[in-house]
């Protein structure tokens, strides 16, 4: 299966995004063997930054960094993939100013409601910094769920244990980009909450 063929935008109407670099997952995953969803930000201001673009990707590159901050013996996204894990955006286009209007997480987290239907076997999702926090409680309103995660500070609520339709979901810190090498106090609390996650693989 081909995500991008099955989830899509038709509108691309967001003003605050570049629509340009929209991008959604364009790779052959069999989606039985996906038991780990990581959603991130947003997709790169520069597709070839993105996870499953050639070559050495910046996002394959933290990502990358991150799993072996971890103790877990990868090399690449497809040793991640092998693994189980699936890495998706939660915003669907690339970024105009730092933050993102709530309009936009809301209208794109309805294609990630539909990707994350997609994966009937996940235990756990990995939610990457507050967009991705924000838009899997924008989807469990709409659904009429509890809210997922409690308002606050990332290194205030991780730890603790969330469910989103019976599956784990670990709020933690962005993983993709060039602020994984910078802000290294929060290196480690992404590596403690992937071991954690992995261990439910």
Not at 95 to 103: L, M, R
Not at 135 to 149: E, G
Not at 166 to 175: E, H, I, N
Request: proline letters at 5%; one cysteine or more; aromatic letters at 10%.
């Amino acid at each position: 299966m081909r995500v991008s063929q099955v989830v899509g935008c038709q509108k691309l109407s967001c003003s605050d995004m570049k629509h340009e670099y929209y991008l959604v997952p364009d790779i052959d995953i069999n989606p039985e063997r996906v038991f780990m969803v990581m959603i991130s930000e947003a997709s790169p201001t520069n597709p070839s930054d993105y996870y499953y673009a050639a070559g050495q990707p910046l996002f394959q590159q933290t990502t990358v960094q991150a799993f072996q901050d971890a103790g877990i013996n990868i090399t690449s996204i497809k040793d991640i993939l092998d693994l189980g894990v699936y890495l998706t955006t939660a915003v669907k286009c690339g970024k105009t100013n730092y933050s993102i209007n709530s309009n936009t997480i809301e209208a794109c987290s309805t294609l990630l409601e539909k990707e994350l239907a997609l994966f009937p076997n996940v235990k756990a999702y990995m939610l990457m910094g507050d967009i991705a926090i924000k838009a899997i409680n924008l989807i469990a309103k709409r659904t009429a769920q509890p809210r997922v995660i409690p308002a606050g500070s990332t290194y205030k609520i991780r730890g603790q244990p969330y469910f989103f339709k019976g599956r784990r979901v670990f709020p933690s810190y962005l993983q993709a980009g060039p602020s994984f090498f910078i802000e290294k106090s929060k290196r480690k609390m992404i590596a403690d909450d992937i071991r954690v996650a992995m261990e439910l693989l």
